[in-house]
């Protein structure tokens, strides 16, 4: 059984949008075409030994990351004969019917017989390197490089799930995380007036500038992760009724490519001035980038290492100077950006902690997890928790500060937010109308709607003052959500 859900639903939705809209992976060599190492041999050792052959594990002392050490074996020697593959052991081992087989019997399934077919054809070939690309290059991020992210469907085949949304400044329009874009609605009819394109699969965090630009952390899962700065103000195409922007190609639109990592990057925080930004995901790391001068010119100050598994979750106090994440871990933690020091580790979630919020003032720190609580506890000093309080009848995946008013908004796996008040943890108001799980959730800027989305794409905007429903729509372009809830006034067809 599967103890993280968003572990995953990140792995259920790498299979679904592997089979139904980005094909295969791997490039397959052509008939007739040599071999190309890079395009055809490299995306199967990644898939296949790169776990054991990559830089830190070093199997047998033999690391696969360059075309260089490839060739240059491990502590049997040269692995590869160029022209004969049977002689190769590197071959040899792929297809072995002994008992020492790569990968080893007991650690995974044999490589695919096509696959073999295409290795045993390079070494046949003289086992070369393409043309333009450097011996000594990192093979993974090579392959990155070359990856083109596909055209996001016009109509998506399945509903994307929402896993994050954010109020444009003026409130008039919510964007939300597709599948390789963004989709801009408009909050008062729930219609869609802009898609933009990203090379991330998914988006995973966003937040606005003070100059209206758009930061977005996300990634493809397993593969890479980036964060990216938008202007969506920028001039697109019409498609009928919607504004295609190109965020993948097209520099008015993408404005700033801040960093990528090799997997998904989970969390994005902003201080209210803009000049400080902090982004951290599977890498473990949570990236500090310093926007004082604006973000074009962006500096990368520190990157803090301070927990053992992914960061889920992150927040910043106002003036910048405290940092807090939560992690996969199953703590949350206070770091002091300015003294490069960890300060506070807080562990009585016991379970996965998703996300995190800080009062502004740093004053008061809020970590929710797996154990289904919210708790809230001293950020500063020893990190001794204040109190905690349930509610919620299953995980409990973001929380968020109203910008305003002490008030905190929840999102959970039982498919309800709720709504607390920050000065005590009660209970204030629980809000329905979304059928499956809640992984995003956010205050407009004036504070008076609460949206939020969920896995079966659904999206649903609320009042914060009586929690009336706004508007429930479903996010993916062209589908309508036959299990998303009758609106309020409207009778179910
Ligand atoms: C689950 C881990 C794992 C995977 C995956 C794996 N290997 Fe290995 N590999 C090992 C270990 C452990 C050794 C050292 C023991 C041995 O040589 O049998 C090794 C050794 C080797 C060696 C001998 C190195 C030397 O110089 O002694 C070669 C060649 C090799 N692997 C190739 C591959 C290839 C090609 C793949 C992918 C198709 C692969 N391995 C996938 C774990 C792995």
Redesign the pocket.
């Known amino acids: 059984m599967c103890t993280c859900r968003l572990a995953c639903n990140r792995f259920r939705m790498v299979l679904t949008a592997c089979a139904v809209l980005v094909g295969s992976s791997v490039a397959f060599a052509q008939a007739g075409k040599p071999v190309s190492f890079i395009n055809d041999v490299a995306p ?2 990644k898939e ?6 990559d830089a830190k ?1 070093k ?4 690391d ?1 990351t360059t075309y260089e050490k490839i060739l240059a ?5 040269e ?1 590869i004969v160029p022209g004969d593959p049977e002689g190769s ?3 040899e ?2 297809v072995t019917t002994e008992q ?1 087989r ?3 019997r007991d ?2 399934e044999a ?1 695919p017989q096509e696959k073999a077919a295409i ?1 045993a054809q390079w070494i046949k070939e003289g086992a070369k390197l393409d043309a333009g690309v450097d011996p000594k290059a990192d093979l993974v991020k090579e392959l990155r490089i070359r990856w083109k992210p596909p055209v996001p469907p016009k109509v998506y085949p399945f509903p994307a799930i929402v896993n994050a949304l954010a109020f444009t400044p003026d409130n008039q329009h919510l964007i939300v995380g597709g599948h390789h874009e963004l989709t801009v609605w408009e909050v008062a009819t729930g219609k869609l007036v802009k898609r933009i394109y990203t090379r991330a699969e998914r988006a995973y965090g966003l937040a606005f500038l003070p100059d209206g630009k758009l930061a977005v952390a996300g990634g493809r899962p397993g593969q890479e992760g980036d964060v990216r700065i938008y202007d969506i103000q920028a001039k697109g195409a019409k498609d009928a009724e919607v504004e295609i922007l190109d965020g993948v190609n097209d520099p008015a639109v993408l404005v700033k490519h801040l960093f990528d990592v090799d997997d998904s990057v989970l969390c994005l925080a902003v201080t209210p001035d803009g000049k400080t930004l902090a982004a951290g995901g599977c890498d473990r790391a949570v990236r500090v980038f310093d926007l004082s001068n604006g973000w074009d010119k962006a500096k990368l100050t520190q990157t803090v290492e301070n927990h053992a598994d992914w960061v889920l979750g992150c927040a910043l106090t106002a003036d910048g100077r405290y940092l807090v994440t939560a992690g996969r871990d199953k703590t949350a933690k206070v770091w002091d950006l300015q003294a490069k020091e960890s300060v506070v580790t807080f562990p009585e979630h016991k379970e996965i902690v998703y996300a995190v919020a800080v009062k502004a003032d740093g004053s008061a720190g809020f970590s929710v997890g797996a154990d289904k609580q919210i708790r809230t506890w001293k950020p500063n000093g020893e990190g001794k928790q204040v109190k905690n309080a349930g509610g919620h009848s299953d995980e409990v995946f973001k929380v968020v500060a109203h910008p305003k008013q002490p008030l905190l908004a929840t999102s959970s796996a039982d498919k309800t937010v709720r709504l607390w008040d920050a000065n005590n943890l009660t209970s204030i108001k629980q809000l329905t109308g979304l059928g499956d799980y809640v992984y995003a959730v956010a205050f407009s800027t004036d504070g008076e709607l609460v949206a939020a989305g969920s896995y079966d794409g659904t999206v649903a905007v609320w009042k914060v003052r009586d929690g009336s429903t706004v508007k429930v729509f479903n996010a993916s372009p062209g589908v309508t959500n036959p299990a998303a809830p009758v609106e309020p006034g409207k009778t179910k067809k």
Not at 48 to 53: E, I, K, T
Not at 73 to 77: E, H, L, M, N, R
């Open positions: 199967i050792l296949n030994c790169l776990a054991c052959h594990k199997s047998g002392k033999y696969m074996g491990g502590s049997g020697g692995p052991e590197f071959y081992l792929i020492r790569m990968p080893p650690k995974g490589v290795i």
